[in-house]
């Protein structure tokens, strides 16, 4: 058999990987470190797919090659390397050379003629040769010993590129690519082409003529029309264009094949651990030991993935087991799969009169003495294992809340994704094996980032709170919902005939484009921009803007409203009532990047809260007979938060002398006593209080005050002048931001902003308002969470009746019996006000009620 060289093309990698992991990391010691990792991802996986003989990685060489020197322009369009990339460049390098891979740079020449070099002395030699690279321009270098492996998109995203790939692709040979390329041009290495010809008309005429020349040499007589003129006048470019984008096959580049073979990595496994990388360090070891298998003897966990047929076989295995495993993790998807530190089993799932295999419940149940046996077994998503089978387990390690925990604004918690990005082999016929590996990387990643607070102490437990509160659901009061929808569907049908009235004709108010028509084009209203479709914006700002000046607006808003409501709360809710007319919203704890929890089906944190109507629903919400609602809402949490990471000493005596925190900001501001603040004043000191430390435009205040920006602007200065604390930890979270690439909160959770060193106007000012604004907001989700833990801790050790039903922002709802609110209310003060000490007291205001509306 042929030995083998794998070649890379090193920038083209290295910009792919950084491309492709958008999600911040770091090292230690700040430096980031996401291209680091997925270069080493793509390096891996060659390694382990193609197990060469030999590798190298060839690098351009500064910005000067012959091709600057046949064309000024060549490249001059390509942005200079990105700051965080550049920072990674020296470090991808030095790893590279740890690992015994040797680096090939050549004055003059690009990584693509080095490549093209020695893929051709392969040809030579006999030496299969296959080149890792984005760049289509090497895909002129297939031969019959030469494939290119092509990176398309992301990490693992690759096609093998060969002759026959590249006939049935494009209907030319890998040589007449040069020739195409000097017709169409190439914008990414700013070569000309021919002005107008793209790669349809090129392809086309290298395959009917068969080259460049010969496509030139007959475009007067062949060709007709603008495409003739185009070939004769820029034949000169055209050739040029085809010399540039030729790549050099006799680059002066020594051949050193017995130089390139692989060796030992081990010179990198120390570095890697440094970089908090030692999940590559693991991997890049079993690549070592897999490309070297006399080297080291086989372990169990290599054995091949036992494929079980029924659940008493699942039943047995895991009994068997349970004594022996030291770890273990287990996953469900389509296949039930259990992988241990000794074995990896698989089983399918289906178990129904159409498929075979076992259902999740029997899989889970039969698993259950295995994970019971060993300490903190591995799953992935808990609360929803718990829904299927009924049972969470309270001590599981939990990877989906520990990939959130590490990041939370990462684009994708699939347990595949977060594999990849970890350096974690994707095991499709065991994917346990994957979650196993996976578990080990976010425990030693959770330690390092100082995130285990977050993850043991806050996310996890909570998880138990919101199973458990979603299976106890909020009572609904169906006659009320059926009331409320009767009144709601007679104000839109009124509305209806309203703006058909005001229009004079018939439209459907559900369709955009129709009522764009009608507004902008038939009765003439101002127009406002074009959306993608082509039409007038009819979106809820273009109608509040309008809807002083024009009554069909404001009609049209309401109506939205009304339809709104009664098809998200009113319709919904009736239908998802269970038998005992409850109704059981989910908590998703993996959504924001503030670490706030949302809900779905239903959504209860978006019911209008400060709207008649949003009260009517909520009058919908009751307690069962017998019991209360008790309503325990936080007190301007967010401001106490900020009054306490500001150290502002005039912030700070407002919450301990007790005072209304926006009357003594209006009297501060304003320079008047405390008594004489109106409440035009308060407002415009409230608007400011909530609004300063989001980054408050002087615009956007003077908006919601009905100041000019002259005056709002005034008055902010006026606000820092008194409150030079709130402004300095402005300033400081900016600056920390910036230097940490991340803002933190009291404990620990981290909101990555990767816009804050945005070239970009808009985008920069976006980190820069998270930088401010994430401790704060951040910090108060937290608490909320850990008040959560404490109030249904102190519930069961109580041995209450009453439970934890909802929460909403920073509101917590307790059905209990009325024998039991005292005691409640006790508990849910002592717990919710003693979860932290602040420099400031934090206070919860408490209420009572029948229904949900009654408690406001």
Same mark, same amino acid.
């Given at each position: ?37 997925g ?135 890998p ?54 003129? =185009? ?22 580049i ?18 890697l ?99 019971a ?13 718990? =829904? ?129 028509d ?7 209203l ?35 409203k ?65 019991w ?27 919450f ?6 926006h ?23 409230k ?22 920006r ?6 902010m ?18 600056a920390?931001?910036?230097?940490r ?74 059905e ?19 979860v ?21």
């Amino acid at each position: 058999m042929a030995e083998k060289l794998v070649l890379l093309d090193g920038y083209s990698l290295m910009y792919r990987a950084f491309h492709a992991l958008t999600t911040p990391m770091t090292a230690p010691d700040g430096t980031p470190t996401n291209a680091v990792h997925g270069f080493l991802l793509m390096l891996f996986k060659v390694l382990q797919d193609e197990k060469p003989d030999a590798v190298a990685v060839a690098f351009d060489v500064g910005h000067r090659t012959f091709r600057t020197d046949l064309f000024d322009g060549y490249k001059a369009t390509r942005k200079p390397m990105p700051d965080e990339l550049r920072q990674q460049d020296p470090v991808i390098r030095d790893l590279i050379r740890r690992m015994g891979i040797a680096i090939l740079e050549k004055e003059n020449f690009e990584a693509d003629d080095i490549l093209g070099t020695l893929s051709l002395e392969c040809e030579r030699r006999g030496v299969d040769a296959v080149l890792v690279t984005g760049d289509r321009d090497a895909f002129q270098l297939a031969g019959e010993r030469t494939s290119i492996l092509y990176t398309k998109r992301g990490i693992s995203d690759t096609e093998r590129v060969t002759p026959k790939w590249i006939l049935e692709t494009y209907g030319v040979t890998p040589g007449q690519l040069i020739d195409v390329k000097g017709l169409m041009g190439d914008a990414s290495d700013n070569i000309p082409g021919v002005p107008g010809v793209g790669e349809k008309t090129a392809l086309r005429l290298i395959s009917e003529y068969g080259s460049l020349e010969r496509a030139l040499d007959r475009a007067d007589a062949d060709e007709k029309g603008k495409l003739r003129e =185009r070939l004769l006048e820029y034949r000169e470019q055209a050739e040029l264009s085809k010399r540039l984008a030729a790549i050099d096959r006799h680059s002066p580049i020594d051949w050193a094949f017995d130089r390139w073979r692989i060796s030992k990595f081990d010179g990198a496994l120390g570095r890697l651990r440094e970089l908090g990388m030692a999940q590559s360090a693991r991997r890049l070891k079993e690549i070592q030991e897999a490309l070297a298998p006399a080297a080291v003897a086989e372990t169990a966990r290599s054995e091949p993935v036992r494929k079980l047929s029924g659940i008493e076989e699942v039943r047995e295995l895991c009994l068997a087991l349970a004594p022996k495993a030291k770890r273990v993790a287990a996953f469900v998807g389509n296949d039930f799969s259990i992988a241990t530190d000794r074995s990896r089993l698989s089983v399918p799932l289906g178990g129904d009169l159409l498929s075979l295999g076992v259902t999740r419940d029997e899989a889970l149940e039969a698993a259950l003495p295995l994970l019971a046996a060993t300490a903190e077994p591995a799953l992935y998503d808990v609360k929803s294992l718990g =829904r299927v089978c009924g049972i969470v387990s309270p001590d599981a390690f939990d990877a989906l809340l520990a990939a959130y925990a590490l990041n939370p604004q990462r684009p994708s918690f699939a347990l595949k994704e977060l594999s990849e990005e970890a350096a974690v082999p994707w095991d499709e016929m065991c994917p346990a094996e994957s979650l196993y590996n996976l578990s080990l990387f976010q425990r030693e990643r959770l330690k390092r980032d100082g995130l285990e607070f977050v993850y043991r102490e806050i996310e996890r437990p909570l998880l138990n709170v919101l199973y458990d509160m979603e299976r106890e659901g909020f009572l609904i009061d169906a006659s009320v919902l059926e009331a409320l929808g009767r009144s709601f569907r007679a104000r839109i049908d009124e509305l209806e005939r309203e703006v058909r009235l005001l229009a004079g004709e018939e439209v459907n108010l559900k369709s955009p484009k129709q009522l764009s028509d009608l507004l902008f084009n038939r009765l003439g209203l101002p127009k406002p921009k074009k959306t993608s479709s082509g039409y007038a914006t009819t979106s809820a700002e273009v109608l509040e803007s309008l809807a002083d000046d024009y009554p069909i607006a404001a009609k049209l808003l309401e109506y939205r409203k009304y339809q709104k409501l009664d098809s998200t709360y009113i319709q919904a809710l009736i239908k998802l009532r269970d038998r005992e007319g409850r109704v059981h919203s989910s908590f998703d704890q993996v959504s924001t990047a503030t670490g706030r929890l949302s809900s779905n089906e239903p959504n209860l944190q978006n019911i209008p809260v400060r709207t008649d109507l949003g009260r009517e629903i909520r009058a919908a919400f009751i307690a069962r007979p017998g019991w209360r609602l008790i309503d325990a809402d936080y007190s301007q949490i967010e401001l106490r938060v900020l009054a306490h990471m500001s150290g502002d000493e005039v912030m700070q005596s407002a919450f301990l002398e007790g005072q209304d925190i926006h009357r003594r900001t209006a009297a501060e501001v304003y320079g008047v006593p405390l008594n004489e603040v109106a409440p035009a004043m308060r407002s415009a000191a409230k608007a400011v209080n909530f609004g300063i430390v989001y980054g408050i435009s002087d615009f956007t205040l003077a908006k919601n005050i009905g100041a000019s920006r002259q005056e709002a602007r005034a008055f902010m200065d006026r606000y820092f002048h008194r409150y030079p604390g709130v402004k300095r930890y402005m300033d400081e979270a900016i600056a920390l931001g910036k230097e940490r690439g991340y803002a933190r909160t009291l404990f620990g959770r981290r909101r990555y902003l990767p816009e804050i060193k945005s070239s970009n106007y808009n985008v920069r000012a976006f980190g820069e308002r998270c930088a401010m604004n994430s401790p704060i907001q951040g910090t108060a989700a937290d608490i909320i969470k850990l008040a959560m833990i404490r109030v249904h801790e102190a519930l069961a050790r109580e041995k209450l009746q009453a439970k934890l039903i909802l929460q909403v922002h920073d509101e917590l709802i307790v059905e209990a019996p009325e024998n039991e609110v005292g005691r409640v209310k006790a508990l849910l003060t002592e717990s919710m006000e003693g979860v932290i000490e602040l420099a400031v007291p934090l206070k919860i205001d408490l209420s009572v009620g029948r229904d949900w509306r009654a408690c406001k």
